[in-house]
């Protein structure tokens, strides 16, 4: 994480080992485990950030603890402690943080300080930890409850931690009293646990049969054996009917026809997800096969990566074609994909950039890339970006700050090439206001076996649709295999709006002909049907932009057209590379 000039940076955490029993003597401090999100606050010039356990600044979730640690008596700091909502019990609550989480300003989020780094530009990490304690116990003498002191008890280990379980209390952490601060997993803070919990991603879900709203009975969950990502159980329990509902809706884009785990296994009422959501889970133990036991569901993690970045192995380097692309910046890998010189690229973006900037102007952009011999969708850290290519800092939805690009000019389209990519797939937002739509798209994407005619008939049907709703919809062919419609939206709606309203009008097309269209992104069951893709719509989802060429045979590219053409038949990949402006003659069958 780069550090601005002049400004204190987020310091990586010190972490304790898990032990089965607690020290003895009398060297050490005890403090209650508390169940929460670890969170750092950073406190500099009157104001204040939070900063999760991977370094992500949630500080737009954290305002009211954030305006009382900027009231502080100093001018600067660096505390750390866990952020956290007691239950009804006067317990930490997981899942009750969880829905707090969306109030910024909620004011039953309580962060517990055990730990004082910084003080007005001295770093005291060197110091005990028992004077460090000290100072931080003086420092939040008025900021209770917000900002709360969290006391530590010097008896010994064992009656301590019986009676944090007796208490139901989820463990305790003992601290050396004379240690320094140390970031890593350190042997000078150990952690004993009365209840067994830990985070493991989830693979699969089983829909609650006939709920309204939907929601899920049970989840799979899985764990990382190196590259392997292998079965680990089901959590059958432990869900609020608020938290079933809002875990379904979380998993609802990720949604794919095969299991992601590396031994398939038998699961006939699953649902199989991307494994990029993380699930906080207790259970009583482990069978020798990895299987945990009695596994009890807590809550979802949304302030840790989702899937654990790892250097491609040997063997994966291997299947991948020998490319050199760090795994971690492969979203989806396109195997198959064909992609341009970096020469017929620019070319291309000469002649075309002032139609393609009314369309790919101003917008955050998802990029397809060429790069070390493999074609992939990125994430995750960007190459070298050229001056004329503009940065957008945005919060994703997972937690923590990501980089979006965009361009204004012909400059920019060229420093897109230079960074080697192919495809734009802009937002359906400006870069002057990201967190509403101002486009609504509808993909129709047509399976196997199904003509052409067809998608021809659905997306004039869908004008008709959502000309009733009082939207004026343009076609775009894709270059693919599709047509996408588009439609301009009123100021000010939110993405979700947008999203349940593309949903709501495809709606119309499935109930008047469920046979033929459909809006599961399954493969298999889309032959033969019309996939009606709404998933398009979404804060930070995607389609491929106008103009934008694409990976395929031929260099088809994404180009809008008339209802009239629609009308005549027009393909999807008329418009190439070559002849951005011209029909291309259709190829013999």
Known sequence: MRKPK?????????????????????????????????????????????????????????????????????KSAILDGEAVVLGKTGLPDFQALERELGNPNSSKIIFFAFDLLHLNGRDLRAQPLIERKAALQTLLQESAPTLTYAEHLELGGKDVYDHACRMGLEGIVSKRADSPYRSGIQASWLKVKCIKSDTFPIVAFVEKLGAQPRRIASLYIGRWEGDRLLYAGKAQSGYTMEAARRVRERLDPLIVSKSPLSEPIKKPKATWVRPEVLAEVQF???????????????GLREDLQAIPAKPPSPSKRRFDGQHGVPRENILQLLPDAVPPSKEELVDYWRRVAD?????????????????YGATFYHKGPLPPIPTSVHQLRVQKREGGEGVR????????????????????????????????????????????GMPWDAVIEAALSLRGILEAAGLQSWPKVTGGKGVHLMAPLAPGMSHDRARQLAKSLAQHLVDADPER?????????RRGRIFLDYLRNGRGNTAVGA?????RLGFPIAHPVTWRQVEAGIRPDAFTLARPFKVAPRRAA
């Open 6 to 74: 002049g400004r204190l940076a987020f310091i990586e955490f010190q972490s304790p080992t898990l032990v089965e029993r607690a020290p003895a003597d009398a060297d050490w401090l005890h403090e209650i485990k508390y169940d929460g999100y670890r969170t750092e606050l950073v406190i500099e010039g009157g104001q204040a950030r939070a900063f999760t356990r991977r370094g992500y600044d949630w500080s737009h979730r954290y305002k009211r603890i954030l305006q009382t640690a900027a009231n502080l008596p100093i």
């Open 284 to 298: 009583s133990g482990v069978t020798d096969r990895g299987i945990l036991r009695e596994v009890v569901f807590k």
């Open 355 to 371: 139609r393609a900037l009314v369309h790919l102007s101003r917008r955050p952009l998802k990029l397809v890339r060429h790069a």
């Open 405 to 448: 690009v965009w361009v204004d000019d012909l400059d920019g389209l060229l420093g897109l090439v230079e960074m080697d990519a192919v495809e734009l797939h802009p937002w359906n937002a400006t870069v002057d206001d990201i967190e509403h739509a101002d486009q609504l798209v509808l993909d129709l994407d047509p399976g196997e």
């Open 517 to 525: 269209y459909l809006l599961l992104a399954d493969p298999a069951a």
């Open 547 to 551: 103009f934008s060429p694409r990976a």
